[in-house]
């Protein structure tokens, strides 16, 4: 039996109940969290104040996984065909910076990693990806509700037209990459 690799790796995709359903989804993942990272307020934020903009903050998740069942490149690649990296602090309807699309690394590797992979995906959009590159300074777990929010609100309109179809693209790209 090989010993777990556990890692972490941190991203910002649009809402995070979206990216946080993706990443449920994928063998090696050990857990996923949604939070807030990103922004210069002091103190933990809340839903309403990172909805305002004002904090600086994006909605993000914190994925724990095993690096010896899927790698960080594995990771990003999904990320990245997944959600629109090509669009400037919106996803679909979602508008303002909370929703950018952003992976923030947790070390150098991370970081050269992710650089490598966007020049990789880069060619198959039209437009340029602008997702931003950036060191993880602090992660703030989002409020319970937040946690899970698919599986406990499959039938909720957002998750019927917004994260279902995202849910369809992930298993028709990625189905060597599921539980």
Partial sequence: M????IEIATFGGGCFWCTEAIFQEIKGIENVVSGYS??????????????????????????TYDANTVSY?????IFMTTHDPTTLNRQGADRGTQYRSVVYYHNETQKEIAESV????????????????????????AEDYHQDYY???????????????KLAKLRKLHADKLK
């Fill in 2 to 5: 090989t010993t777990k690799k």
């Fill in 38 to 63: 990103g922004g210069n307020a002091p103190g933990k934020p809340t839903y309403r104040e990172v909805c305002s903009g004002l904090t600086g903050h994006a909605e993000v998740i914190q994925v």
């Fill in 73 to 77: 490149k594995d990771l990003l690649v």
């Fill in 118 to 141: 966007l020049k990789e995906v880069a060619p198959y959009y039209e437009n340029p990806i602008v997702t931003e590159i950036t060191a993880l300074h602090v992660f703030y777990e």
């Fill in 151 to 165: 599986r406990n609100n499959q039938t909720q309109g957002y998750c019927n037209f917004v994260i279902s179809p």
